[in-house]
């Protein structure tokens, strides 16, 4: 998940020109719209990754929204809403 690829658990995450690269944003909010951390255009190939790299990879016309906002007893601060218990 997030709005390119990056390194996770030390490893990059490298992906071929065959790949199309969904985005999610985790959490409740606006997603950025600019800078390292903001959305890549949509349709395009070779996009700037999170690694300071380019990614031949394309990236999707899809921006899937909030991660697991339906979780049951959500404990998460104040980012699902009130926890339950």
């Known amino acids: 998940w997030n709005v390119a690829p990056q390194r996770t658990g030390g490893q990059a995450e490298f992906l071929s ?3 199309i690269f969904m985005p999610e944003i985790w959490g409740a909010g606006p ?3 600019n800078g390292p951390g ?10 700037p990754d999170m690694m300071g790299g380019t990614s031949p990879a394309e990236m999707a016309t899809i ?3 909030m991660n ?7 404990c998460m ?6 926890c339950t218990k």
């Open 63 to 65: 921006l899937l929204g």
């Open 77 to 82: 601060g104040n980012m699902f809403g009130k």
């Open 17 to 19: 020109s065959d790949m």
């Open 68 to 74: 697991e906002p339906d979780i049951v007893g959500s």
């Open 31 to 33: 997603a950025v719209e």
């Open 38 to 47: 903001g959305l890549r255009e949509a349709g395009k190939a070779s996009f």
